[in-house]
Structure formats: C-alpha cells, structure tokens
C-alpha cells in the first residue's frame, strides 16, 4: 500500500526547527527596528515615525531612490533586449560564453564592482588614460561621483537579470503565432512589437520590477559612486544617520519606511511573476544560424561592446594589482599586497588587518552556507510536499528587507545585550548574512525538488520504506546537485555582503569586503585592486563550479 506523503507528519516536524529560525532571525531585527522607533524614554510614541513619515525630506530620499531605481531597471532592459532577441533567435560561436560572463556580473560582490568602476572609469583610470592619448588632452572624462556613475554601475550588476530572464523565455515560446503573422503579410518589425513582445511582456516586467527592487535597496554603489549628499538614497542615509549622526532611534524609523515601500514593491513583483507563462522547457529553443551578414555583423558589434563593458572594469583590477605607484616601495610591477594579504610580509596601516579578513570571510561563508542550505532544504521539500504558498512566500520575505536595515536591527539588538565582545560580532554578522542568503537558496532548490519524478518514492513506500528514511536515502540523494548549487551560491553571497557587515562591523569584524571599503577610502589602490582579484577568482571559480554541477546544456557555442 502507498504512503501518502501528504499524510505524514514527517515534513512538517522537518521543517519545523527552520521555520522557527527563520521567524526568529527575520522578525527579531524587524522588532527591535520598530521598538526603537516605537518606544522612547517616556514610553510608547509616535512621534518619531510620524516625524519620518511626513518631512518633505524623507520624500525627498524616497524620490531620488525611485528615480535612480527607475531609470537603472529601464536602461538595464532597454541594453538586455537587443542581446535577448539575438540570443534567443540565433545560435553562434561564443554564445555560451557570452552568457556565463554576463551572469558572472550578477554574482559579483557590489563592492568590487565600486572598485572596477574607479579603477576603469576615474580620472587616472584607464578610459581616460586611453582618452588621453589619443586626443592629447589632460582634460579627463568625468564619470565617476555622479548620477551616471550610478546607474552605469547598476547597469553592470543588472543586464545579467534582464538579459537571463528575457532570453531564456524568448528561447522557448513557439514560433507557430509568428509564422501566423508572417502568412498574413505582416512584416518582422510590424510581428515583433505586436505578437513576439507582447508574448513576453510579463517576463520583461518581472525582470524589470526585479531590478527595480535590487536597485531600490543598493548602499554601497550609492555610497562610494554617487560621491555627495546630493545622491542619497533611503539605504545611504538610514546608515549614515545610525553609523555617522548616531541617533538609531530615527534611523529605525527610516528603516520601518523603507520597508514599507520595499514590501509594496516585493508584492507587485510577486503578482507580476504570477503572470509569466510557463514554458516547455524540454522542447528545443528556436536559434537558428544566421543567415544574412547584417545579423552576424549584430552579433559581432553587441558581443564586442558587451565584452568591454564586462571585463574591463574586471581586467583593470587584476592589472592594477600588480602595479605600484609608491615611491616608497618603488613604481611599476609589484607582489608586495599578495604577499600582506596572505601573511608573508608585515604590513602597516588598513592591509595590517588583510590575512584575517580573508580568515574570517571564509569561516563567515562557510557557516553561512551550511546553515542556509540546511534550512532551505528543509523548508522547500515541505513546502513542496504540502504546497505550503505562504510558507514559501515568507522564505522570500527578507528580500523585502534591505541588508542595511537588517543589520541596522542586528545592531541595536548588539546594544540591548550589552555585548562588546567580538565573538558577539561573528555571531550577528553570521547570523544576518543567513537572513539574506536564505531566499537564494530556497529559490534554488524548490524548483528541482518539484521536478522530481514522484515514482520513484511511491516505488520505495510500495517497497516498505518509511516516509523518513525513503526521504534521507532517496530524495535527498537525488538532490545532491540542487543542494551543492545552493551550498555554493549562499557561500558567495556570504563572502561579498558588505552592507549588513558595515553597519555591524564596528571595527571588530573585518571581513574583505569591508577592508576593500576601507581600502577604497584610504586611496590604497594596489591593496584594495589586490583583494578584489582574489574575490573575483573566488567568485569565478564559485561559478564555475556552480554551472557545470548537473551539466550544462548547449547553447550554441559550437
């Protein structure tokens, strides 16, 4: 006889532990956000929130927010479009390539990208280096420290999401309705924009709302690229009112405003996503080769701007890590920040703190990842066995809470225990990059633990295995690829999250994001470039082996 899964009470007693950290480590920071706003020295007051909730100037931010959110989702889609079309209609040389590069960004911690950008676009960075010799001129091109250098750099981190998203679906809609078209004698052009776009139109929208919510809660690019008051955001001035001003009190209170927005968006992107079509995925996608030297010549210009765009900022960071411009220690080709930031040479000042940064990024990550991708497992395989939707939506609640925030909530629950010590540090950091990692690795593995072929368990249960044990040494076995993926990716998001660790840091923590940050602002260049090549290898080789668990389908790259 069959045992209903849906009958046992063995996943829910599974998930049972993990959803109650999951409340605990999401709610508890949300509460003491909202105690310190809430409560004042004379108790209970609304006064504080009221005050946040309507001066001209959180309007102000909240503008300024939308608008570098808005344009930064439409120039990320308006750039993806003409790649998703070729990507998804024409098969070529490079093109798994192109789409490996493209979603490496996507996994790039945001302060490297910060680095990149000044490295590659300042003044004494290489574009105008190149600028400079060709015209003759000592006038630079002005880039960074301004509205452009943002929503460039938001550009960079979010075509990856556009480009992924919308080709992907493209890839796999039927030709039949075009075909259609084309009969009735309509035009490519006249086709496109009135039967192919709108059949894709909810995945364009999703992805663009998805971008939106990134950009909305972005602090670091804000931070170091916008360069002045001017540029502030919600995120950037939460942080600087807890961390620069040291009032906590208003600073929670512009917290609770932003996550009230952050919710709404989250709740638009998830109805929106509700909307997008779901497609056969095991049917072959529609590229062709090129037939015609206009649709190669395409291909070969949007490849070419596509590739510097990536790797330059990418190469310019491994060069100049290699190049010293002291006088101290002499200029041109230098090792001298490899060797301090693995502990061959003693080093003075910001890189003295390097060796244990790179120490206790991997030990935070490596925690991080083994508890977010235990949690997650058991979370998706009960909601995927009870299709538990609330369940699955609170696992994707953090994303409507900004890592500022969170860490702005795991700080002033550091100050209620009256802790200083610095394991206290460790442990909040831990447990704050797990909040944000969560949603990623639950994301990763539901969907493949839905795809499993239930046969194979009703074959077990016919066999006499318990619910339980068909679970441990059947279901779980079969997931081993998901559960690596989630284990890796939760691992690298752990290792580049700066902005929960920089509210709660303190100076006793020191991960290599952080010191990059430092690094950046005490202008120590080869340092901070030397660092963030070895987080881009790590990130590359993290990828890597992410994309090539479970194998990899063809894209054309033949």
Known sequence: MRKSTRGSAFYPALACIPLALLLILFMLPLAFNLMKAFIGEDGFTLDLVVDVFTTPYTYRLLGFTLLQAALSSLVSVLVAMPGAYLYANYRFRLKGLMLTLSSLCFVLPSILVVLGFVIFYGNSGFVNAVWQKITGSDDPIRILYSFKAIILA???????????????????????????????????????????????APTILSAALLIFLFCFTSFSIILVLGGGPQYTTLEVEIYRTNNIVMDSSRASALSIFSFTVNLVILVLYVLVSRSVPSRDKSRDDRAVRPAFMRT??????????MLVFILGPLTSILVRSFTSTSSRYGEGFSLRSYAELFGMRHSIGVMSDAFQALVNSLAIGLAVATLATLMALFLSLYTSKRRRKAIEVLGMFPLAISSVTLGLGYYIIRAHIRSSSTFTGYVLVVLAHLVIALPFAMRTLTPVIRGLNPRILEAAYTLGSSVGRTCFSVEIPMLRTAIARAFIFSFALSVGEVNATLTLAEGRVVTLPILLYRLINSYNYQGACAI?????????LIFAFARSLGGRRNNGNS
């Open 154 to 200: 938001h550009a960079f981190l979010n075509i990856p999401v556009a480009l992924t998203l919308i080709s992907e679906d493209w890839a796999h809609m039927p030709r039949s309705q075009e075909n259609a078209s084309y009969l009735l004698g309509s035009s490519r052009l006249h086709t496109l924009f009135t039967v192919t776009l709108p059949r894709i």
């Open 296 to 305: 190669k010549v395409a291909i070969a210009v949007y490849n070419a701007l």
């Open 532 to 540: 963030g090549s070895v987080l881009m290898v790590m990130t590359f």
